[in-house]
């Protein structure tokens, strides 16, 4: 697949496929030219193999549907490690995350950089590409802190138009940001299609013309080389008529020398015939 010229929609949806598969997608995905539509809903990926393709979504710019439901590639440790801290802290990290403020995303607590760290290349890719209209993101274990930078990545992005987060925990505010900039993405999306129905209509509405104008000269040049060819014939018949006058002319005027020459030579022999009698005449 990383030299596919073929295919453009590829499903690997519900086959268990584990981050060792995820982290092969990724490296395709920088690579393939060609593939569209990809999913991968319904398997096993973490934020492990998030990395690689968010990595690779910041340089690709044929793939238009990603589709990662349900699979836990958002899901980061809910509690602190053991061994470290107290209680008390942990309860006021959880209480921090829970009450969230939409906006950049800021440092997230220690127990979860790690983890977030995997998250950062695919919301970073987010506001790079420029192909991508739709992913879906359904089930995938996105906590307030992803949230907050899903919210504040597609607010810089311009060309997602869907993107499916149902059955995970985000803020309202954040909700709000997300759907906000869709909208946001779905009116540029409609007038950038008008745009160019509109464009398509006038460079057909050209082509036309141009195929009008190719077919006047089309016709023009023919009729002019039908009118030449006809002002040939018609010269060649004209030269035929004038050769067949002047014969019929000339053979008149030699029918006509012959006609006289029979009737001189009639009237020399007449003249002849008289005389010999009057010679006869004269010897009695």
């Known amino acids: 697949m990383r030299n596919n010229t073929n295919v453009v929609s590829l499903d690997l949806s519900n086959n268990a496929l584990t981050d060792i598969v995820g982290i092969a997608i990724g490296n395709m995905l920088t690579v393939n030219k060609k593939l569209q539509v990809l999913d991968l809903g319904f398997n096993h990926l973490t934020n492990v193999s998030l990395q690689p393709i968010g990595e690779a979504l910041r340089t690709n710019t044929v793939l238009t549907s990603l589709m990662l439901n349900s699979n836990p590639v958002f899901q980061l440790p809910k509690e602190l490690p053991t061994g470290n801290g107290s209680s008390s802290e942990s309860a006021g990290t959880n209480a921090k995350s829970d009450n969230v403020q939409s906006g950049p995303p800021s440092k997230v ?16 890719a987010i506001i790079a590409n420029t192909s991508l209209t739709c992913l879906n993101l359904f089930n995938t274990g996105i906590s307030h802190e992803v949230g907050r930078s899903l919210a504040h990545a597609l607010a810089k992005n311009s060309g997602l138009i869907s993107m499916e987060v149902s059955g995970n925990t985000l803020s309202q505010s954040d909700l709000a940001s997300i759907a906000s900039s869709l909208k946001k993405n779905q009116a540029l999306f409609f007038q950038a299609e008008a745009k160019s129905a509109q464009l398509m209509e006038e460079m057909k509405e050209q082509a036309h013309q141009v195929q009008v104008e190719k077919d006047k000269e089309a016709k023009r040049i023919a009729d002019a080389e039908w009118h030449d060819d006809n ?11 004038e050769w067949e006058r002047a014969r019929r002319v000339a053979e008149a005027e030699v029918q006509h020398l012959l006609n006289m020459e ?23």
Do not use: Q, S, W
């Open 109 to 124: 607590p220690p127990h979860l950089a790690a983890a977030f760290a995997h998250v950062v290349p695919f919301t970073d």
């Open 231 to 241: 002002a040939k014939k018609r010269a060649e018949i004209r030269e035929a008529e």
């Open 262 to 284: 029979a009737e001189n030579k009639k009237y020399l022999e007449r003249l002849e015939a008289e005389k010999k009698p009057a010679k006869g005449k004269g010897k009695k």
